[in-house]
């Protein structure tokens, strides 16, 4: 299932797997994604692509300065027939929601979604409404273009178990994008290869892989180191930790074991915590990032040897 999946989103993602691999790592951990890069490298293709090879409901939300929490959560309007208000959902209520280019909407709106992608519900006018799993919100914004941006605060940035970059295509991938043009080959054209029943079932196995005590402590440990760090003002929270450690899960699960190597920590770890720190200014003027300050925090920070068995 894993590789007909990924199979599936190369057709419109050319040589990309790797990334394609840590979206459906946060698929089967129950998180969500931020796709941060430049404009034309493909970030809502790729979120199309995953919804698509999904068998589940899908909405996108393409957010603009001017939209309302209401235009995602939905409205109360008076029935008068009814002579009491009826709830229409907005469009939050989907398995797959895209929300693109999300750091455009003001704070505000973008703080409608803070309840759903935490606790997978939404609470209008005093009821709460559960939301159907799976649910994931696969969000893009672009870096480079300020001009009418909203900066996602750090609580929003906290919801989102993986922030990636797609990045240029290699030279020998890129020259496919045009065989791919000819063939008309589009992310709506692309077939479901899983349904939200084995996603749901992945999930359950994937929280029944075991994770020995001294990978949970090396976890732990670059949580602590992040809290530490001088360079740091915001070090990573709890649930920051809990994010790398279902995020490990799902890998060694997509990578066939039944078992947490550190390796899986490493490939995540930047992934998962270099959107959760907040670093001194002086140390961002030098052209430090999040992900060059937890590459520096993993490289001092031993990892288990584990034994063979």
Do not use: W
């Not at 939301?131 to 300020?146: G, H, K, R, S, W």
């Not at 020998?172 to 077939?191: G, W």
């Amino acid at each position: 299932m894993i590789n007909k999946f990924l199979s599936n989103i190369d057709q419109v993602i050319i040589g990309k797997q790797a990334v394609v691999s840590k979206v459906l790592i946060a698929l089967l951990a129950e998180g969500h994604v931020l796709i941060e890069d430049v404009p034309g490298v493909g970030k809502t293709t790729l979120a199309k692509a995953v919804a698509k090879s999904i068998d589940c409901s899908f909405s996108r939300i393409q957010f603009t300065p001017d939209l309302l929490p209401s235009d995602i959560l939905g409205v109360s309007v008076y029935n008068q027939k009814a002579l009491d208000f009826v709830y229409k959902k907005g469009p939050i209520y989907a398995h797959v929601v895209l929300a693109d280019e999300i750091n455009r909407a003001s704070p505000k709106t973008q703080s409608s979604l803070l309840e759903a992608m935490e606790e997978r519900q939404v609470t209008m006018d005093g009821n709460t409404y559960k939301l159907e799993e799976p649910f994931i919100v696969m969000a893009t914004q672009n870096p480079i273009e300020y001009e009418g941006t909203f900066p996602l605060p750090e609580a929003q940035l906290d919801r989102f178990m993986i922030k990636i970059q797609i990045g240029y295509p290699e030279e020998l991938h890129e020259l496919r994008i045009f065989d791919k043009i000819d063939q008309q080959i589009k992310a709506e054209d692309l077939m479901p290869v899983l349904t939200a029943e084995e996603i749901r079932n992945m999930r359950s196995e994937v929280s029944k892989i075991h994770m020995a005590e001294e990978i949970e402590s090396y976890i732990f440990s670059i949580i602590r180191a992040t809290r530490q760090n001088d360079d740091i003002i915001l070090g990573c929270s709890p649930r920051a930790a809990i994010a790398l450690y279902k995020a490990s899960k799902a890998r060694a699960y997509t990578e066939n074991r039944d078992f947490v190597i550190p390796e899986d920590v490493q490939i995540l770890a930047a992934d998962v915590l270099s959107h959760r720190i907040v670093l001194k200014p002086e140390v961002k003027y030098k052209g430090e990032t999040g992900r060059s300050m937890i590459d520096k925090i993993m490289n001092v920070t031993k990892a288990p040897r584990m034994k063979q068995k």
